[in-house]
């Protein structure tokens, strides 16, 4: 005996939508912004309170020299670099370019750093 299946409540595809409310040069403008920001260097919550606690502010010329010197050693295949600016000494994790640390000669005791694997002297 054969039964048939019903075409009754099989699932009818329905067309694909994206999102509401936006357009196609949001998508556009987003997608630009996000391909700047990945090859800056970013802060993290505890770097950024060494730097205040120690009232270090930094240019838009001295993050572009970090940049540039983060690519630098990440070019060169290094994972975790101490980037040494000045008097300024920044451990950075370059797989995801995060300063994960920030140390001022003058407050610095023991100038020890480990865990990293290269180091890059920003002039």
């Known amino acids: 005996m054969v039964n048939k299946i019903n075409s009754i409540g099989a699932p009818t595809p329905r067309p694909v939508t994206g999102p509401t409310g936006g357009t196609r040069s949001d998508f556009n403008r987003l997608l630009q912004d996000e391909v700047v920001k990945q090859g800056e260097v970013k802060f993290s919550a505890h770097a950024l309170k060494r730097l205040a606690e120690r009232h270090i502010t930094l240019s838009p010329s001295d993050l572009r020299k970090i940049n540039e010197a983060a690519s630098a ?20 994790s370059l797989d995801n370019r995060t300063v994960v640390t920030a140390v001022s000669g003058a407050q610095s005791e023991q100038r020890i750093f480990t865990n990293i694997d290269s180091a890059v002297i920003i002039r």
């Open 73 to 92: 050693a990440e070019a060169k295949g290094a994972r975790q670099s101490l980037l040494i600016y000045g008097d300024l000494a920044l451990v950075a």
